[in-house]
């Protein structure tokens, strides 16, 4: 026997814990915002994208309409609190780098500045947008990822044994579990 399922909640299933974003975004007026995002897609291939979904009111949309370019900072799981913050307030009204005490650092490729408190930056370029009513999805390609010292492997990776993002499903936040596998399958 099958049950069927509220569909409301089906993001808790599958979108099973990919980690919380910070995503900083620059206006042409040299204006940085900051907006927390749950909803980013990596996507295969050799040509290096992501996919991300913004709501259509929000600042940061405007502003990536604006700039064609952010960066997406992963959080640690110690940054619940400022995920909570960027996640509530609009930087429409307030100054949310400051409500959180978030620094600014340059990034490689972009104008756009990375939050130096997020240990992994992936530096974006828009590449086209689909508007989907009240959200665009961004589709971009990833121009240069650095990671902070607390993630590195010392090489040019991430340490995935130090690898500590906070996971969330549209439902709940979780922490990441051991590694079950390594390379493919
Ligand atoms: C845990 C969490 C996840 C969120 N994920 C998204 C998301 O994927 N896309 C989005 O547009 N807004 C998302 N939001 C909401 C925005 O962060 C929120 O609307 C924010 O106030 C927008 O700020 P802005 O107007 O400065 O861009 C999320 C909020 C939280 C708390």
Redesign the pocket.
């Known amino acids: 026997m099958r049950t069927l399922v509220d569909t409301g909640v089906y993001g808790e299933y599958l979108h099973y814990g990919m980690p ?1 974003t910070l ?1 900083t ?1 620059r206006g042409n007026n040299g204006q940085v ?8 897609t990596p996507l295969p291939g050799d040509h290096l994208r992501l996919a ?4 259509t ?7 990536i309409a604006e700039s064609k370019e952010f960066v997406v900072n992963v959080i640690s799981d110690d940054m619940r609190g400022v ?2 913050l ?7 009204d ?1 100054d ?1 780098l400051a409500l959180c005490d978030l620094t600014l650092a340059p990034s490689a490729e972009i104008g756009t500045p990375l939050i130096a408190e997020c240990p992994l930056n992936i530096e974006c370029r828009v590449e086209s947008v689909h508007h989907l009513d009240d ?1 665009d999805l961004w589709i971009a390609e990833i121009l240069a990822i650095q990671v902070a010292q607390d993630w590195s492997d010392g090489r040019s990776g991430v340490d995935l044994q130090r690898y500590n993002p906070l996971l ?1 499903t ?1 439902g709940y ?1 979780l922490a990441r579990g051991p590694m079950v596998g390594a390379g493919s399958l």
Request: proline share 0%; net charge neutral; with cysteine.
């Open positions: 919380l995503v975004v915002n900051v907006s927390t995002n749950a909803s980013i991300i979904g913004i709501f009111e929000n600042l940061t949309n405007q502003l995920a909570k960027c996640g509530e307030h609009s930087g429409a307030t949310k959200l969330y549209f936040t």
